[in-house]
């Protein structure tokens, strides 16, 4: 008896879905998304205009594109993801419909409904691509854990109180907390 096969899905499938309702697609395999909370949106905003300001401060060539935000990570149509941040600065590679490559800077903000998602699947698919450096943000923890995948470094994890260094700039240091509290 053959076994039953496991549906494959694509871009298509993503863009057939009911108007709001989101999900990413890795490897065919579909993942819905909650909505994020408030939390999840306050430190997503502040984290994006700290680093806009900083690339336009340094006059820099990078932008900087908030979720919902289409990266298709593998360039084929099994892979569509939605980073809550993404830096790119290749613009050769965006288009109307999103980015067609690996960002060179992604972070994502966990969600309390399914953390592990940032630490496994996609930890795994933004090392293999491409990505310079992943961030994975953890209000519920107050932990953020930076991985340096340009020069293969070590992954760090910080607390929330920490200065943590962004790897893709040499002078730029974040802190979340005293984000929070502006």
């Known amino acids: 008896m053959a076994l039953a096969q496991a549906t494959l899905y694509t871009v298509d499938d993503i863009y057939a879905l009911p108007e709001g309702q989101r999900a990413e697609l890795i490897d ?36 900087v594109f908030a979720a919902p935000f289409a990266v298709f990570l593998n360039k084929d149509i099994h892979n569509y993801l939605e980073p809550d941040i993404s830096v790119i600065c290749d613009k050769e590679k965006l288009d109307e419909k999103g980015y067609h490559g690996a ?9 309390p409904s399914d953390p592990q998602r940032d630490y496994g699947i996609k930890l795994f698919k933004y090392r293999n691509t491409g990505v310079r450096e992943y961030w994975i943000v953890n209000p519920q923890k107050h932990t953020v854990t930076v991985f340096d995948f340009e020069t293969e470094k070590r992954s ?10 962004v790897c893709i700039y040499e002078d730029f240091i974040l802190n979340i907390s005293k984000l929070l509290r502006r």
């Open 28 to 63: 065919g395999q579909l993942y819905m998304m909650a909505p994020p909370n408030t939390t999840h949106q306050r430190i997503s905003h502040l984290l994006e205009w700290e680093i806009e300001n900083y690339i336009r401060n340094k006059d820099g060539k990078c932008e």
């Open 103 to 111: 960002p060179d800077w992604v972070i994502e903000i966990t969600s």
């Open 156 to 165: 760090n994890q910080y607390s929330f109180d920490d200065n943590i260094p």
